[in-house]
């Protein structure tokens, strides 16, 4: 079975701060894992994901995620918040060999001027 | 060209009338899904079509029904619908695991 966790369904950070989401997941099998992002009035676009390459992810807008097996986790990072970051992050999970998602109940990213 | 198109976006309608979303995919999937996002934000799988195929069917109102003509297109008509339908409704498609593709969402408000 698998399942996804996002811990913070409510973040705030201040303008130039790090920014940290943070996802666990638990999977029997090697997963794929993602994120989204959902900015208002819109759909989920992908941010990056992890399949099996390089531990550390890079994605667009200056976000990157680092796999960590014995944690369970793939949280995603970025060093300077904008305030076009604020917006719904959404942590995703699928078995490599199969075509279901799961998915987190997202995290709502506020960012402070 | 949009990769995963649906539509309408937005939908407002009475309770007890029946609609329809249609959703094309151009990315040449194998698999496509319906989710529902409430206002809370959560994602709950309803259905997915692998090759026109039913796969998954979540815990879903008998007045949900989705078609699949073909393996590009999966609609989803609502029948008698209720206050609570009202929500974002997704469709998606991936090719296996590897990365799912949204729309952008239809509103639908059930007054």
């Known amino acids: 079975a698998q399942s996804v966790t996002q811990l913070g369904s409510h973040v705030s950070v201040s303008e130039g701060a790090l920014v940290l989401l943070r996802c666990n997941y638990s999977s029997s099998v090697p997963p794929y894992l993602f994120w989204y992002v959902q900015y208002p009035n819109q759909g989920l676009q992908l941010l990056l994901k992890?399949?099996?390459?390089?531990?550390l992810v890079k994605g667009i807008n200056g976000f990157e995620a680092e796999f960590k097996k014995s944690e369970t986790s793939f949280h995603l990072t970025k060093p300077s918040a904008h305030m076009s970051d604020a917006a719904e992050y959404f942590c995703a999970v699928s078995p490599w060999a199969g075509n279901q998602f799961y998915f987190g109940t997202g995290t709502s990213l506020t960012v402070i001027p | 060209d949009t990769a995963v198109s649906q539509t309408p976006k937005y939908l407002v309608t009475q309770m007890g009338n029946d609609k329809s979303i249609k959703c094309e995919q151009n990315l040449g999937h194998d698999t496509m899904y319906w989710y529902k996002q409430d206002s809370k934000k959560f994602l709950k799988i309803m259905f997915s079509y692998n090759n026109k195929e039913l796969i998954i069917n979540e815990t879903v109102p008998n007045r949900f029904s989705p078609k699949s003509p073909d393996k590009a297109h999966l609609n989803l008509h609502i029948n008698s619908l209720e206050l609570g339908d009202s929500a974002v409704y997704f469709c998606?498609?991936?090719?296996?695991?590897?990365?799912?593709?949204f729309g952008e969402g239809s509103w639908l408000t059930v007054v």
């Open positions: 992890y399949t099996s390459a390089a531990t």
């Open positions: 998606a498609s991936s090719q296996g695991g590897d990365t799912i593709y």
